[in-house]
């Protein structure tokens, strides 16, 4: 449609990857030793998280995800090259398959302390690595609404995420573990609806003024509208293998917002649905992966995952020339082929037993 400007559609990537001792496998609580070299040649793009045995890095805004590719490409090969020089691994799961969190260090800080304090166990246990997509908006009143309508999507891109079979040394039966490790945090999953922007920010008024959050970073949503940047932030995946599949589930994220402003501008919206119908949805993707079924609420019954994936695929067809995220997204056949991050990892338990 002539006039509908694409390009605020920037994109952010930020991605949480384990550090491994090379000769037992094993996490490695490192003191961030790979945060602080990494520093002096990447400077804020890689930070400590909450345990030692986790790094995060985040791109700059992209401007599309071509950029983003090459940002994350080259983000996963100097943090890779500094943890070598260290004598250590860095890999990129959404839980370590074999690791207990008993034996991992919490990160000195005092918004870590502090967590811990209040959270206990919940926090301590919280040992997984994800990937947080974050898609630039003009205003705060689109990022709401397109954050409404956005949920409906969360699980089919979650099911293509899946890449978090094992915890502690058992395998779990899901294909994303992960989320069940992170469903003991409060203010986690698919967030309710609000009817304005407006709406949203009393809610996070009353959870201050109450003490149940100093600020709306502790909403831990699967997606939300970013309390600091002018960003709808996906929250919901594993972090993936490969660079590939990262930068594919960014472009659909983006396309699903680019396809919801197109919607909004011809004065269309997309159904709403509850919460609870759609934590149905991310139930079976957790549990299934791209392997089960979906529910279609529209048809009221349950749909192949990868048919929906593909319809999907159709309905934000039409924007994704303007996004110029055409190679990103056909990516998402070959996914569908050679299964998610969890399929491979079965696979290789599977053939070697180990």
């Not at 699980?155 to 994303?176: C, M, Q, V």
Request: glycine share 6%; aromatic share 10%.
């Amino acid at each position: 449609m002539a006039g509908l400007d694409y390009k605020k559609f920037t994109v952010g990537v930020e991605e949480e990857y384990m550090v491994i001792d090379p000769l037992t496998r094993e996490l490695k609580s490192h003191e961030q030793k790979i945060v602080q070299e990494g520093q002096k040649i990447i400077m804020d793009k890689v930070k400590a998280e909450m345990h030692q045995a986790v790094v995060e890095v985040g791109t700059d805004i992209c401007a599309d995800v071509d950029e983003a590719f090459m940002d994350v490409a080259t983000l996963r090969k100097t943090i890779s090259g500094i943890a070598d020089e260290l004598g250590l691994w860095v890999g990129a799961s959404g839980t370590h398959p074999f690791s207990h969190w008993e034996s991992q260090l919490i990160t000195e800080h005092i918004r870590y302390n502090e967590i811990v304090n209040e959270l206990q166990e919940a926090a301590r246990s919280n040992l997984i690595f994800g990937l947080h997509v974050h898609v630039g908006m003009e205003t705060r009143e689109m990022a709401i609404h397109i954050a409404n309508s956005a949920r409906y999507f969360l699980p089919h891109i979650f099911a293509l995420s899946t890449n978090s079979p094992f915890w502690e040394g058992r395998l779990t039966g899901y294909k994303s573990f992960r989320t069940k490790v992170f469903d003991k945090f409060p203010r986690t999953g698919i967030p309710d609806y609000f009817e304005s922007i407006e709406a949203y920010d009393n809610y996070i008024k009353l959870l201050v003024k109450t003490n149940c959050i100093d600020n709306a970073k502790k909403i831990w949503w699967d997606l939300r509208v970013h309390p600091f940047f002018n960003t709808v932030e996906f929250r919901i995946c594993d972090i993936p293998m490969t660079v590939q599949e990262t930068i594919t589930i960014t472009a659909l994220f983006q396309a699903i917002c680019g396809k919801l402003y197109k919607l909004h501008s011809q004065n269309l919206n997309f159904q709403m649905y509850s919460r609870a119908l759609l934590n149905e949805n991310k139930w079976r993707a957790s549990r299934y992966g791209i392997d089960g079924t979906l529910i279609d609420f529209g048809k009221e019954s349950e749909v192949n995952t990868r048919v929906l994936i593909y319809e999907l695929l159709d309905f934000v067809d039409d924007v994704i020339p303007h996004l110029g995220s055409q190679h990103a997204i056909s990516h998402v056949h070959k996914m569908l082929e050679q299964g998610t991050g969890a399929d491979r990892q079965l696979k290789v338990f599977e053939e070697t037993k180990s």
